[in-house]
């Protein structure tokens, strides 16, 4: 099954009763194992958690830190960005020209790379007199 075809299939276990808005997300790590998430509402709105974040949580549990390949699906009109909080938490475990491909339910795709969706982005260097 493709990367797409993964976070496809666990956006069906999102729990979002509050958004209506599931989202998948999957990610294959530098080892080619494959780490799955979904969106985790909480009637206390801000504790959800990101599809995304789910996917990366996995993939930390399982001993692994590097980011091979992202794809994140939606039921939304156009393909699914990430939103600002999961750019910079994929940034944390992949390189800029890591490939992200994002999508919608009904086909539309749109392959972007970590380094763009996050320009400028804060890394350790900017720590460097710390
Ligand atoms: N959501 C994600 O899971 N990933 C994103 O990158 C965009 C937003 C979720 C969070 C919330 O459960 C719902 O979509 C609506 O914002």
């Known amino acids: 099954m493709s990367l797409l075809d993964q976070a496809r299939?666990?956006?069906e276990n999102a729990h979002a009763p509050y958004s209506n808005f599931k989202v998948g997300a999957?990610?294959?790590?530098?080892s080619g194992r494959v780490f799955v998430g979904c969106n985790v509402e909480n009637v206390a709105y801000p504790e959800g958690t990101c599809a995304e974040a789910g996917a990366?949580?996995?993939?930390?549990?399982?001993?692994e830190y590097q980011i091979a390949?992202?794809?994140v699906i939606a039921d939304s009109p156009d393909p699914?960005?990430?939103?600002?909080?999961?750019?910079?938490?994929?940034a944390e475990f992949a390189d800029g020209a890591v490939v992200v491909t994002l999508a919608t339910t009904d086909g539309a795709q749109l392959e972007t790379t970590v380094g763009d969706l996050l320009p400028g982005a804060f890394g350790a260097d900017h720590m460097a007199r710390s």
């Open 80 to 90: 699914v960005p990430p939103c600002g909080g999961c750019r910079q938490k994929l």
């Open 9 to 11: 299939a666990v956006r």
């Open 56 to 63: 990366i949580a996995a993939m930390c549990a399982a001993g």
């Open 69 to 71: 390949a992202v794809a």
């Open 26 to 30: 999957a990610i294959r790590s530098a």
